[in-house]
Each structure stands twice: as structure tokens, then as C-alpha cells.
Nanobody, 116 residues
Framework: QVQLVESGGGLVQAGGSLRLSCAASGTIYSINIMGWYRQAPGKQRELVAAITSGGSTYYADSVKGRFTISRDNAKNTVYLQMNSLKPEDTAVYYC??????????WGQGTQVTVSS
């Protein structure tokens, strides 16, 4: 089992920045994918960014150039640096870890609200 604890959400004005953190504990494999998803009210959950244990990254088009995902493998922690935030970035952000055969774990979510 894997437990994920997120932190760093909050309220920020448009153009501002926030940094989300997600610490994983439990049985963590050396090879995995850590990612951030978000879900806005009335919308489906969407993948924002992901990073493999080898450091390869993926970004949704809507956040490219503004968000940066990184990870500290020694701490089993993934980060999401969010710059130039827009009101449309407002959502609950969820940390996710995929590993092994079907291992798919989620954090409890952290609210990010961007005011205009």
C-alpha cells in the first residue's frame, strides 16, 4: 500500500505562484510514475503533469511553460511548481502514483483557488 499526503494548496491572485508537494510513504517501488491531476467543479479529472522515476516529464498543453513537475526520489516526494496562475487553474489537485501491476494510488486532494 502507498499513502500520499499533499500540501501547498491555497488562494492566490492571478499571475501568482504556488508550490504543491506530495509525500509518498509505504511500499514505494524504484520504478514508478508520479503525477498531478486536477478536477474543477463540473469537469472531469484531468492529468496536469507527470514524471517518471527516470525523470521524463509530461505536461498538459494548458500548463506548458507555466508549471514544472519535479521529484526527490530519496524523499519519495513529488512537487508541482505553478507560476503565472490563471483563474482557470482553479481546481482540486490530486497527487497520483502508478507502480507495479495495477498499483494506482491517490492523495486526498488540495484546493487551489486563483482569483481574478
Amino acid at each position: 500500500q502507498v499513502q500520499l499526503v499533499e500540501s501547498g494548496g491555497g488562494l492566490v491572485q492571478a499571475g501568482g505562484s504556488l508550490r504543491l508537494s506530495c509525500a509518498a510513504s509505504g511500499t514505494i517501488y524504484s520504478i514508478n510514475i508520479m503525477g498531478w491531476y486536477r478536477q474543477a467543479p463540473g469537469k472531469q479529472r484531468e492529468l496536469v503533469a507527470a514524471i517518471t522515476s527516470g525523470g521524463s516529464t509530461y505536461y498538459a498543453d494548458s500548463v506548458k511553460g507555466r508549471f514544472t513537475i519535479s521529484r526527490d526520489n530519496a524523499k519519495n516526494t513529488v512537487y508541482l511548481q505553478m507560476n503565472s496562475l490563471k483563474p482557470e487553474d482553479t481546481a482540486v489537485y490530486y497527487c497520483n502514483v502508478k507502480q507495479g501491476r495495477g498499483g494506482d494510488y491517490w492523495g486526498q486532494g488540495t484546493q487551489v483557488t486563483v482569483s481574478s
